[in-house]
């Protein structure tokens, strides 16, 4: 299986530009998953609600049309972030198109500074996402890094790949790394893709540092880019590498954990 | 207060050896919490039960007794791994030793490998110890590094130092950096006490990489050496730090947990 992430700068509130672009990068790679960053239809620095309200739209809107129709066309599923509105609620969210024209949705659970004056914290947890016999996927968005429960729980529910479509303003030394340890301490890949640029609003700027990576569950980094890079990282892997959860015949990272002994 | 680990080779199931090497090195450190390595009094490569059982021993045995006795002439806490002798079972535990006298133990939950046919698994899992007003400390030995749980559920109990007494095998680029995220994802001081050398069994080898450290919550490393390094690592630091999970005016990464979202 091959899977890809794109690194890339979103034109702000700009949502017909970035589908135009997002369609142009979805024609030219060839991949089995690809996965698109955080908000990637909008950009991210909202002043208010109502600039949110202007790009959020839910599973019909024409940012989810379009990638089924390129997830048919292409025959591969992208995992594409959006700004989701779902009656009076806008969420951080994550779309898994396939091609068969299902969507799944994730609902990022942990919000980000001002997210949390513009979005609706996820209310779905971390389901696992199966795409037939080919793959179990779990969807974590950019802040949920910090917490280790978030790739565990998708681990624990079997997922093979974590797609994180991310907006990373904190420094690359410190996340990737962590991401690094997503992978290793659960024995899955993890696929970030990151966005770069900047936003301004007013006198405030937004730095993106992009550095995304496709980590396996060795901890080895399958690709990695730098800040500036723009476009696809690829990856070619078998998912249930991911199943092999002993390192040798005594010990096992998941058979091991001691439950009992944990505080939730 | 000053904090140090020790990092050194043990002669294998010599105690007295031991005993006698680390009441040196203990009178020539000034610092107000010490970590040796685990198993530090005895070796760690036993080739059977009989082996381990002749070098374990109890809370009144004469490896707490000397560091009962050095504590309270240096006026200071050591956290010590040795294998402890319980009735009929034997733990690879650590004690923490403190000036006054008192003794607490924590046993080993996750065992590495052939430690599996030798040590009972620890039955009480990961206990947060008090230290008056100074400190909040918890211990996890060697292997609870692959577990994100452990260090988790030590930072949820309070603990604003995790001391990790280790043997560790594994390559250095592997645990350090993970080692580095605890410390990052749950914003507490961790000192990993790794011994070095190698001990022989038959015609196998077992090697033992050192490379101790000490990493603040911000994931700065305070202290760290090679592999070869015999000595003291030390580091001032002020607990207290570890109490400060908020990062901004938005973000606390203990008040941003989602328990309801995660699987135990």
Redesign the interface.
Known sequence: MIIAALQFQPAFLDVDANLSTLASYLESVDADLVVLPELCTSGYFFRDAEQLAAVAEDADGPSLRLFREIAAERNMAIVAGFAERDGAAIYNAAATVFPEGRVEIYRK??????E?RLFT??DR??PVITWGDRLRLGVMIC?DW?????A??LA??GAQVIAHPSNLVAAPR?WK??M??RS??NKVFTITANRNGEERRDDERLVFHGCSQIVAPN?TFLEEVDELYEGWLTAQIEPSKADEKAF?P??D?MA?????????
């Open positions: 659970v942990h919000l980000f500074a001002e949390k914290p996820g947890g971390f802040y910090r917490f280790p429960e978030a565990r729980t624990l529910r410190l790394p962590v690094r340890t290793f301490e901890g040798s005594w010990n990272i091991d954990r001691r439950p009992e002994a944990y505080e939730l």
